[in-house]
């Protein structure tokens, strides 16, 4: 597969001085339509000491490869404004770890809705990491009045290759989410002294298990414990820390997982604002094979339902699943599917707190997004070529490396794909192509 170009052309690099920190955008999507550079916001931040770290804290991450480092990744944040909050959003090159400052307190106005990438340079990280006291922060996200007059007028251009495991990551992300429960709330003291126990390697493995109103360290599975393999990826919080008013962990369901590695979310809460980190299994396993989003992106109908569903999203707060359902006229289990395939082209994300999809737009290309999951287009032409047999409950389905039956309901399969990962990663070609086969047989048989 090419590799995708992310191109960026900003107006003028990102300043913050004097007080006034000028975001500097580049093209984007918004309510009024698609923008060059889109003006989004020009008001105050009243917390303006834990929005800079905030916001340094997503560039960080957005600048970081957790697994086998090397240098010159560059990617700028997502920043994307829904008439109440801004929300700052950044991937890491190896697919692992996905940041999120939400700012919750806006006071100014809002100009637009809408999504578009923030320049975030060397020297504003420099500014970011002195600002401190309680002095209000003008901020501004798009050119406007107060920010023109710090640019010198020298267009910034940048191109970024962009990872397939990158862009498959902000889909997988937001469905593993979805199915996490909160597992453990702490109050700012105990947060800190939680955090600032972990291990500092990047590699080191421990389960942070509930014990009465804190939680302690295990080396290994225990009851309640929520896992966080390579306990170094959550180095971005501990600047925070400072400011934490709460810590809150999610995870898997407790009888998902076993004793196996598992993805998790950790959530900050600060004076006005959250940061949620969200790591992978595993540090050299990214978001990107999770296989999360393939059972529903397998159904005939996802793609037709995604065109029906995206054109009710208007940058909401959040995307209330009933109500969509209401609008469009489906079920809301084929909404669920469509927002998972609005998800590949990264056009919803997850928010943990509230529980709830919300919109975004990424400026993905339609037809390459098609191409980023090669397990369901392995399983298309299995289906497509006769491969599969069905027999009942079961199926049969001839690949070169011999017959693979199928148990489609529970999703089993003989390949060796089932044998290494039981599920934990989604279903396996044969699996999804067995599912698919079924699904046309039944519609043809109606």
Not at 348 to 377: I, M, S, W
Request: hydrophobic share 40%; aromatic share 6%.
């Amino acid at each position: 597969m090419t590799q995708a170009v992310q191109a960026y052309s900003y107006a003028g690099p990102s300043t913050l001085t004097d007080g006034r920190l000028g975001l500097s955008t580049s093209g984007g999507t918004a309510l009024s339509g698609s923008r060059t550079h889109p003006r989004f916001f020009s008001g105050l931040l009243s917390n303006p000491a834990p929005a800079a770290a905030g916001l340094l804290a997503v560039a960080d991450v957005a600048l970081a490869r957790y697994h086998q480092p090397r240098p010159g990744w560059t990617r700028d944040p997502v920043v994307t404004c829904d008439g109440g909050r801004l929300r700052f959003e950044s991937f890491s090159a190896c697919g692992g770890v996905y940041a999120r400052l939400d700012v919750l307190e806006l006071d100014g106005d809002v100009l637009d809705r809408g999504t578009t990438n923030v320049d975030v340079n060397g020297p504003l990280r420099e500014a970011l990491a002195r600002v401190g006291g309680r002095d209000p922060l003008h901020l501004g996200v798009g050119p406007d009045e107060l920010t023109v007059t710090t640019l010198d007028g020298a267009v910034v251009e940048k191109k970024v290759p962009l990872p397939p495991r990158w862009l498959r990551g902000f889909a997988e992300v937001q469905v593993i989410a979805s199915g996490f429960d909160l597992r453990a709330e702490l109050a700012g003291p105990q947060a800190v002294r939680f955090l600032r126990s972990l291990p500092r390697g990047a590699r080191a493995d421990v389960w942070a298990v509930p014990a009465g109103r804190d939680l302690r360290l295990s080396g290994g599975p225990a009851r309640g414990g929520v896992c966080l393999s390579g306990a170094g990826r959550v180095a971005t919080l501990m600047p925070l820390l400072r400011f934490a008013k709460a810590l809150r962990v999610y995870g898997p369901p407790a009888n998902i997982g076993g004793g196996s590695s598992t993805a998790s979310a950790w959530e900050l809460e600060l004076p006005g604002m959250r940061y949620t980190l969200a790591v992978s299994p595993e540090p050299w396993r990214g978001f990107s094979g999770e296989g999360a989003v393939l059972s529903d992106l397998a159904t005939d109908e996802a793609a037709g339902d995604a065109d029906v569903v995206g054109m009710l999203l208007n940058f909401e707060p959040t995307v209330e699943l009933g109500l969509l359902a209401d609008r469009s006229g489906l079920s809301a289990e084929r909404v669920r599917a469509a927002l998972t395939q609005l998800g590949t082209a990264g056009r919803v994300g997850y928010d943990l707190h509230e529980a709830a999809h919300f919109h975004r737009e990424l400026p993905y290309d339609k037809e390459q997004v098609a191409q980023l999951n090669p397990r369901l287009t392995a399983a298309r032409a299995l289906a497509g070529s006769g491969a599969v047999r069905l027999l009942g409950e079961t199926a049969e389905v001839t690949t070169d490396g011999g017959v693979r039956r199928v148990r489609i309901a529970e999703g089993e399969c003989t390949c060796p794909w089932w044998y290494d990962h039981r599920g934990s990663r989604g279903p396996c070609k044969h699996v999804l192509a067995a599912r698919i086969a079924a699904r046309v047989a039944v519609e043809a048989a109606l």
